[in-house]
């Protein structure tokens, strides 16, 4: 891994004191140590978040966005084994591998994943949709409950995950999730009102052919039908 290959550079010059000792070449082996400590330093974090996404399952194709980083260094380091002052002269790793870039492109990549993930796992109960529930009084509290778990779960997904406990979260929020969903139901509502109520605020909907007398009335009583519209679907 390159973090270990600049590690192992920096010790080699903190070792080299003769190169130190040069007076005129202090002020440029002194820029490269700091250089070379800040690149380990951000590759360190980086690594970290690959290392967490990959016990999770996730590919990150590391071989790929390190393959220049890493030439570049290999040739850096033939140098520096033949001629130790080829550290102060100019080179790819230093003057044409941009790191902040590289550390972008990751952590893009693995932002995309996350969400991607976190998307796939969930359940599809959104946030307006609760709203509409939870102006009725017999589900207002598991709406409620619902409503934090989401605002919790769209939090976690905004954000970047450092530890293994994030991913243990969310398994653990659309569990629970999906439970209080099943529980959301009423012995002053009717079951086909119930279904009808968590299918209408779903991405799919509901059939124009599943909406029952019963249904309409319920809606009626109790001053829904204002929510309710119908659309074409985009895809006929």
Same mark, same amino acid.
């Given at each position: 891994?390159?973090?270990?290959? &600049?590690?192992?550079?920096?010790?080699?010059? $903190?070792?080299?004191?003769?190169?130190?000792?040069?007076?005129?070449?202090?002020?440029?082996?002194?820029?490269? $140590?700091?250089?070379?400590?800040?690149?380990?330093?951000?590759?360190?974090?980086?690594?970290?978040?690959?290392?967490?996404?990959?016990?999770?399952?996730?590919?990150?194709?590391? !071989?790929?966005?390190?393959?220049?980083?890493?030439?570049?260094?290999?040739?850096?380091?033939?140098?520096?084994?033949?001629?130790?002052?080829?550290?102060?002269?100019?080179?790819?790793?230093?003057?044409?591998?941009?790191?902040?870039?590289?550390?972008?492109?990751?952590?893009?990549?693995?932002?995309?994943?996350?969400?991607?993930?976190?998307?796939?796992?969930?359940?599809?109960?959104?946030?307006?949709?609760?709203?509409?529930?939870?102006?009725?009084?017999?589900?207002?509290?598991?709406?409620?409950?619902?409503?934090?778990?989401?605002?919790? +779960?769209?939090? +976690?997904?905004?954000?970047?995950?450092?530890?293994?406990?994030?991913?243990?979260?969310?398994?653990? +929020?659309?569990?629970?999730?999906?439970?209080?969903? !099943?529980?959301?139901?009423?012995?002053?509502?009717?079951?086909?009102?119930?279904?009808?109520?968590?299918?209408?605020?779903?991405?799919?909907?509901?059939?124009?052919?599943?909406? &029952?007398?019963?249904?309409?009335?319920?809606?009626?009583? $109790?001053?829904?039908?204002?929510?309710?519209?119908?659309?074409?679907?985009?895809?006929?």
């Amino acid at each position: 891994m390159l973090i270990e290959k &600049t590690e192992y550079l920096i010790n080699e010059l $903190n070792d080299l004191e003769s190169l130190q000792e040069i007076s005129n070449e202090s002020s440029a082996f002194n820029k490269r $140590n700091v250089k070379l400590k800040s690149i380990s330093s951000d590759l360190e974090i980086l690594t970290t978040s690959v290392c967490l996404f990959s016990s999770q399952g996730f590919k990150i194709d590391t !071989e790929s966005i390190f393959s220049f980083p890493n030439s570049a260094f290999n040739k850096l380091k033939i140098k520096w084994e033949n001629d130790k002052s080829s550290i102060l002269k100019p080179n790819d790793f230093f003057s044409k591998v941009d790191f902040k870039s590289i550390d972008n492109e990751v952590k893009i990549n693995l932002q995309n994943q996350w969400e991607g993930h976190v998307d796939n796992v969930r359940p599809s109960i959104h946030m307006g949709q609760l709203k509409v529930l939870k102006k009725i009084p017999d589900l207002s509290i598991l709406v409620f409950e619902l409503q934090e778990k989401l605002k919790m +779960l769209n939090e +976690l997904k905004g954000h970047l995950p450092e530890e293994e406990a994030s991913f243990k979260l969310v398994i653990s +929020l659309v569990s629970e999730m999906k439970e209080l969903w !099943e529980q959301l139901s009423s012995n002053n509502i009717p079951d086909e009102v119930v279904i009808f109520l968590k299918k209408a605020g779903n991405d799919d909907g509901i059939n124009l052919s599943e909406i &029952t007398q019963e249904i309409m009335e319920w809606l009626n009583k $109790n001053n829904l039908t204002h929510l309710c519209q119908v659309k074409f679907k985009s895809d006929v």
